[in-house]
């Protein structure tokens, strides 16, 4: 299609992915220049909000263009404009961020191709992206940010720490299963996803398991210098994981990707009217399984959990230190990669499936489980980024 035939808005789209981070870095510039006081919401580095705000635009300008979906993106944009609290940003932000968008669109498309059309349909579409974002922050009934004091740390490897917290005032909670964006005192401005190993209950206690990644900034923080005292921030809950009572499941954890499901089945047990639960909770080396003497517990009070490990290597390296053998609890232990030996453990179509665990883990037993039989409709998972 020549450019004049191609229509407004995939023009637009097109405009936008030709020199993405060019054009994100100058609506932000924009944007800092009507109100100089906004730099200071947002994060030191902008590298990751710049890639996220050019996805949104164009997933944004894909669906406005689409016969349907218009639901999805007006629920996409509210959760947006809901997450968006945290950071501060405020309904008078939205309309200077629309002027924003609207001054670098004129300017990357230039005199001649920002015609009156062009300047019709691109302000429509960004009249009810900033619209629908700014609506949703007023309307939401749920505190931005709420927050909880760290009452104990330990580490577990030199890889791995368990933060339990008290949260300091009412809360709105969270779902088992569900997951936190989460802020640390020692990174301001600066958020991550953290899955809560435990149910929500009354005294508003929290545990969460992390492991820093290798050049992590947070995580590494976490495991490093958290220390009772500090003070955490929570902003939104996401995340629909949860256990199906009217169906079997079958569990998959990776490493730390055990949380969530640690959470549901701690509720499950507590309130479920349980179906038969198999979880097969993997690491590379033994001395990784630091949750299996929980799990075994938990099993042994529990006739619908079955837990089986599995571990990639048969013993620890020198450097493992700390880790505890899982054979003493007397749970199964086999031997591979955690997706693969489960997906050929047992016929399981029919069952509810929840995977959780390394992106890359995630992806490969998610095709190991379609390749076995397994519909992919009965497969769920976090987002893994
Ligand atoms: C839904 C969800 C729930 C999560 N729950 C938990 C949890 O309960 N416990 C927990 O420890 N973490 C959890 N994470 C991961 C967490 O949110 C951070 O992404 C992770 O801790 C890295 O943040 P960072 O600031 O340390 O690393 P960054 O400074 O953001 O990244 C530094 C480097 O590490 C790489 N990196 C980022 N994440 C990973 C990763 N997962 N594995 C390997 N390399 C990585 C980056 O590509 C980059 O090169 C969860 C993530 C999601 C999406």
Do not use: C
Request: hydrophobic content about 40%.
């Amino acid at each position: 299609m020549s450019q004049p035939e191609q229509p407004a808005l995939s023009q637009a789209r097109a405009l936008v992915a030709g020199n993405s981070d060019r054009f994100a870095s100058n609506v932000f510039a924009r944007l800092f220049t009507l109100k100089p006081e906004l730099r200071e919401l947002f994060p030191a580095e902008l590298g990751g909000l710049r890639q996220g705000f050019v996805d949104v635009l164009d997933h944004v300008l894909e669906a406005i263009a689409a016969p349907d979906g218009h639901g999805e993106l007006v629920e996409f944009l509210a959760q947006l404009g809901r997450d968006h609290r945290k950071y501060g940003v405020v309904s008078d932000h939205y309309w200077l961020m629309y002027d924003a968008l609207m001054s670098e669109f004129q300017f990357a498309f230039g005199p001649r191709r920002w015609t009156p059309e062009m300047e019709e349909t691109v302000g429509q579409a960004m009249l009810l992206t900033t619209g629908v974002m700014r609506g949703a922050a007023e309307s939401a009934a749920e505190p931005a940010q709420w927050q909880a004091r760290v009452v104990q740390k330990f580490s577990i490897t030199r890889e791995r720490a368990v933060v339990r917290l008290v949260a300091t005032g009412p809360n709105p909670g969270y779902a088992a299963g569900q997951y936190l964006e989460t802020q640390i005192p020692q990174w301001p401005r600066t958020w991550r996803n953290l899955s809560p190993a435990i149910p929500a209950n009354a005294n508003g206690e929290l545990e969460f398991h992390v492991r820093a990644v290798p050049g992590g900034r947070v995580s590494r923080t976490i495991v490093s210098d958290t220390a009772v005292g500090d003070i955490w921030t929570f902003a939104q809950r996401h995340g629909t994981m949860h256990l199906d009572p009217q169906r079997p499941g079958l569990l998959i954890a990776g490493g730390s990707g055990l949380s969530p499901l640690r959470a549901l089945l701690i509720d499950r047990a507590q309130y479920g009217e349980p179906g038969p639960v198999h979880l097969f909770y993997g690491a590379v080396h033994p001395g990784e399984l630091y949750e299996l003497g929980v799990l075994q517990q938990l099993a042994a009070t529990n006739p619908w959990l079955k837990v089986t490990a599995v571990v990639e290597n048969a013993e620890d390296p020198w450097w493992l230190t700390g880790g505890s053998d899982p054979r003493q609890w007397g749970a199964e232990v086999l031997y591979g990669r955690v997706g693969e030996v489960a997906a050929q453990y047992a016929d399981w179509r029919g069952r509810q499936v929840l995977l959780s665990g390394p992106p890359p883990m995630v992806f490969h037993t998610a095709l190991r489980l379609r390749a076995a039989g397994v519909n992919p409709d009965d497969i769920q998972h976090d987002p893994t980024s």
